[in-house]
């Protein structure tokens, strides 16, 4: 199958976006949240209520993916969810050149978003929140 093919057919599937995540607090053992119930704040931190890092989160746009910012933001409140924080506070976009994999003289530009996951500090899980990472 020749290098076009095969580009063709992966740029019409997408590959998606890759999410690294590097935890930052430990907030003990909370219930599993839904994603839509994840605050998102886009012009910073919430000022009327405390709370704690627990993540940081990169979002990054794969080899031929299509995923734009409402695509990063969806698969970021579903992490979110997931490592049982309360509210997403988005950082910046990121970009990035890099060369496509097929022709390395071509290059290819990716697109991504950082984010940070928060949990509120007052309320029933306020005792469970370690200012540590948990060990690995």
Not at 26 to 51: C, H, K, L, T
Not at 76 to 93: E, F, S
């Amino acid at each position: 199958m020749s290098k076009a093919i095969v580009a063709a057919v992966l740029f019409a599937i997408g590959c998606g976006t890759n999410i690294r995540v590097t935890r930052l607090n430990w907030v003990g053992d909370r219930p599993p949240r839904p994603p839509e119930s994840i605050q998102v704040f886009a012009s910073g931190p919430p000022g009327d209520r405390p709370f704690v890092d627990v993540a940081y989160l990169e979002a990054e746009q794969e080899a031929f993916s299509g995923d734009n910012t409402h695509e990063f933001i969806l698969k970021l409140r579903k992490i979110a969810a997931n490592l049982r924080c309360d509210a997403l506070v988005l950082g910046g976009v990121t970009h990035a050149t890099m060369a496509n994999p097929f022709d390395p003289k071509i290059a290819e530009d990716r697109k991504g978003m950082t984010a940070t996951c928060i949990v509120y500090t007052e309320g029933q899980f306020a005792t469970t929140i370690s200012r540590a990472a948990p060990p690995r």
